[in-house]
């Protein structure tokens, strides 16, 4: 899923449940227009959580900045 031809870290995996969020939010289209190292970045974060409420927690931060698009793990954010 991750375009992984310029990014020099560790590919994380998408969880199936994020990716059962985003196609249920309709924000699939959003997360893939991210830069890969955001995908990858959304998801090394959701994956190091170790407490299920740390990473519901996390999964929701990501699917309201998906959603507004003017945020990337709480910074500013803005498409090119």
């Given at each position: 899923?991750?375009?992984n031809s310029r990014l020099k870290r560790k590919i994380n995996p998408m969880p199936q449940d994020v990716?059962?969020?985003l196609v249920r939010e309709n924000?699939?289209?959003a997360?893939?227009?991210r830069p890969p190292y955001q995908?990858?970045?959304y998801l090394g974060w959701i994956l190091k959580a170790k407490r299920p409420e740390?990473?519901?927690k996390r999964i929701a931060q990501m699917i309201e900045e998906?959603?507004?698009g003017d945020k990337y793990m709480?910074?500013?954010y803005r498409a090119k």
């Open positions: 899923m991750i375009d990716e059962e969020r924000l699939m289209d997360y893939r227009r995908q990858n970045d740390t990473k519901e998906l959603r507004n709480g910074m500013n």
